[in-house]
C-alpha cells in the first residue's frame, strides 16, 4: 500500500514538473496519468503495490469529489439564470451522440478492417 | 449549546468527519436502492454535507479547508486510473485505432452540440467553460474544468447529469435502432456515459462493459490533454 502510494505521489510530481516547467495547461495528475500509463506500457504488467493502491482508492474516489462538488452551494444564481439552457444542452447533446456514435464506430471499423 | 457547535465546527478535521460520515451513508443508500443510477454515493453524499453545512450555517470555504485533506487524494487517485485503463486497453488491442477515431469524432460532436446551444441561449461563460467535459468521468472533469477556468462544481453536476440519463436512455434507444453489437453499445455507453454509464453497460454483457469501460478511459484522458489547448487557442 505504501510503495503504491509512492508510486502515484511520484508520477503526479513527474506530471507536474513537467507542466510546470514546459509551461502547458494540462492538469498535473492527468499528465502523471499518462506517464504512469506509458510506465505500464513499457513494464507490460502491474506492479503488485499499485495493484493494491487501486483497488483501495479507486473505490473511494467518488468520496474525494464531494468536497468540490458541494461547492455547487455557492452558485445558485447561475444555475437559476442558466438552467434551461443547460438542461436543452445537456439533453439534446447526449441523445444525438448516443444516436450518432454506433454509425461513427462502424465507419471507422470498417475503414481499419478493410485496410488490414 | 452554541459554544459547543462552534467547537464542533472549528474542528481541524470537522470538514473530512461529515463528508466521510456523508459518503458512509450515500453507499449504503446506495446499495439499499440496488444501485439507482440517480442515487450514486456521491450524489447523496454531496446533498448530505450540503445539508449539514447550510443548517450549521457553516460558510462553505470553511467546510472546504477542513476537508482538504479528501481533496488533495483526487490528484493521486486521478493517476491511479492509469491502471484500469492499462487493463481495458490490453484487452482491446486490435480495435485500438477506430476506438480512437470514433472517440475523436464522437467527443468533438457532443461537446460542439452542447456548448454551442449555451452559446446561442446566451449563457454565462462559466457556465460555458464547465461543459464541455460533461461525459467525462467526474475526478477528470473537475481537474481540467478548474484548469480551463470553469466551475468543478458545475462540472461535476453536469456530469452526473449526463452519467444518470445516459445510463438510463442509451441501452434502451440503442435497442430500438437495431444495434445488436454488444462492443459498439458498450462503446457508446462510455463515451457517452462515462462510469455510470459503463456500469449499465457490464449489466448488457462482459464484453459491453470492457469496450465502454475502455472508451470512458479513453474520451476521459483525451479530453483532459486536448481541451486545454483548444481552450487557450480560442481565447
Known amino acids: ?68 462538488s458541494a461547492g455547487i452551494i455557492e452558485h445558485g444564481a ?25 454509425y461513427i464506430f462502424s465507419f471507422f471499423a470498417r475503414i481499419f478492417n478493410n485496410e488490414s | 449549546m452554541n459554544q459547543l457547535l462552534s467547537i464542533i465546527i472549528n474542528f481541524p478535521l470537522f470538514g473530512v468527519l461529515i463528508t466521510v460520515a456523508a459518503f458512509y451513508l450515500g453507499q449504503r443508500l446506495y446499495q439499499k436502492s440496488n444501485r ?8 447523496i453524499g454531496m446533498t448530505v454535507v450540503i445539508g449539514a453545512v447550510m443548517v450549521l450555517q457553516v460558510p462553505y470555504d470553511t467546510y472546504y479547508d477542513s476537508s482538504y485533506l479528501l481533496h488533495a487524494m483526487l490528484g493521486p487517485a486521478t493517476v491511479a486510473l492509469a491502471i484500469p485503463l492499462f487493463q481495458n486497453a490490453k484487452r482491446i488491442r ?16 457532443t461537446v460542439s452540440i452542447a456548448v454551442g446551444i449555451l452559446w446561442i441561449m446566451d449563457a454565462n461563460m462559466k457556465t460555458l467553460l464547465s461543459m464541455p467535459t460533461k461525459s467525462i468521468t467526474t475526478p477528470i472533469a473537475m481537474i481540467v474544468t478548474e484548469q480551463i477556468g470553469g466551475i468543478p462544481a458545475l462540472s461535476a453536476m453536469f456530469v ?22 454488444q ?24 464484453e459491453c462493459g470492457a469496450f465502454s469501460a475502455l472508451a470512458m478511459s479513453i474520451t476521459g ?8 489547448f483548444i481552450v487557450t487557442w480560442l481565447r
Open chain 2, 94 to 109: 486490435a480495435l485500438l485505432l477506430p476506438i480512437f477515431l470514433t472517440v475523436l469524432a464522437g467527443g468533438t460532436l
Open chain 2, 183 to 206: 462492443g459498439v453499445k458498450g462503446f457508446t455507453m462510455g463515451l457517452t456515459a462515462h462510469a455510470l454509464g459503463t456500469a449499465r453497460a457490464l449489466e448488457e454483457s462482459e
Open chain 2, 160 to 181: 452526473l447529469l449526463t452519467g444518470a440519463v445516459g445510463a438510463m436512455i442509451g441501452i434502451p434507444l440503442m435497442n430500438r435502432m437495431g444495434i445488436k453489437d
Open chain 1, 1 to 68: 500500500m505504501l510503495v503504491g502510494l509512492l508510486y502515484l505521489f511520484l508520477f503526479q510530481l513527474f506530471g507536474h514538473i513537467t507542466v510546470v516547467l514546459l509551461g502547458i495547461p494540462i492538469p498535473s495528475p492527468v499528465m502523471g496519468l499518462v506517464y504512469l500509463f506509458g510506465f505500464l506500457l513499457i513494464r507490460g504488467h502491474i506492479p503488485e503495490p499499485l495493484v493494491k493502491v487501486a483497488s483501495v482508492l479507486l473505490p473511494l474516489l467518488p468520496l474525494f469529489l464531494i468536497p468540490a
Open chain 1, 78 to 102: 447561475l444555475l437559476k439564470q442558466d438552467g434551461v439552457a443547460i438542461a436543452i444542452a445537456l439533453m439534446v447533446s447526449l441523445t444525438v451522440t448516443i444516436l450518432m456514435t454506433p
Open chain 2, 36 to 43: 439507482h443510477p440517480v442515487l450514486q454515493p456521491v450524489v
Open chain 2, 221 to 228: 484522458v483525451m479530453t483532459a490533454l486536448l481541451l486545454p
